[in-house]
């Protein structure tokens, strides 16, 4: 089986590689614009992407939308975050988190899959605190300023630690079960 990965991203094709590596199950990188709906909840970003793309005619597919959801900032950036990422960045972040004590925060990513004309969409999350300042050089987007384990940031561990607790790592097993459930792997 092949599946399509729509991003314009290459990274996350290698990723999703080694995540289906062992069902047998082909990734191929497909670049295909899509409009992103303006919404607070990142499955009805997937959702509305997905309605989009079959109706193109493209179908076997997975879509997945991320980003980085701060308590006290109210679910900022949120659905923003790679707006919030090319202009404020890591920075800008931590300066709307000046004196705040409250630094509890979540990555959430939301993956949808369009597989022999089921639609699965699942949302993995990783629960973590957002640091005083930036540290690591690893990684990439909010991983300098963020840790899962109060310790290390995301920039200062191996990447295969990450993906153990990651919100992709979680999205992804969430997925490959929701697959088994439905006899679909
Ligand atoms: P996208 O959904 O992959 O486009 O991610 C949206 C934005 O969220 C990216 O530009 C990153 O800034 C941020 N982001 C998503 N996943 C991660 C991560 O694992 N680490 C750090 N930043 C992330």
């Not at 790679?82 to 404020?88: E, G």
Request: with cysteine; net charge negative; glycine share 12%.
């Amino acid at each position: 089986m092949k599946l399509k990965v729509i991003t314009s991203n290459p990274g996350k094709v290698a990723e999703y590689q080694r995540s289906f590596d062992h069902l047998g199950i082909e990734m191929e990188h497909y670049k295909l614009p899509y409009d992103e709906v303006q919404t607070s909840d990142l499955a009805e970003v997937v959702d509305k992407g997905m309605d989009e793309i079959i109706s193109k005619g493209v179908r076997n597919f997975i879509v997945d939308d991320s980003g980085l959801f701060v308590d006290a900032l109210k679910g900022f950036p949120g659905v923003w975050s790679a707006y919030a990422q090319k202009t404020i960045g890591n920075k800008g972040i931590l300066k709307l988190m000046e004196g705040i004590e409250d630094r509890g925060a979540e990555f959430r990513c939301c993956i949808g899959c369009d597989i022999e004309g089921q639609r699965i969409i699942v949302t993995g999350i990783c629960r973590g605190t957002i640091t005083e300042s930036e540290t690591g050089d690893g990684g990439f987007g909010f991983d300098p300023i963020f840790t899962h384990g109060g310790v290390r940031t995301f920039a200062e561990i191996p990447v295969d630690e990450k993906n153990n607790v990651s919100h992709r790592g979680n999205a992804v097993k969430l997925l490959i079960e929701e697959m088994k459930r439905r006899g679909l792997v």
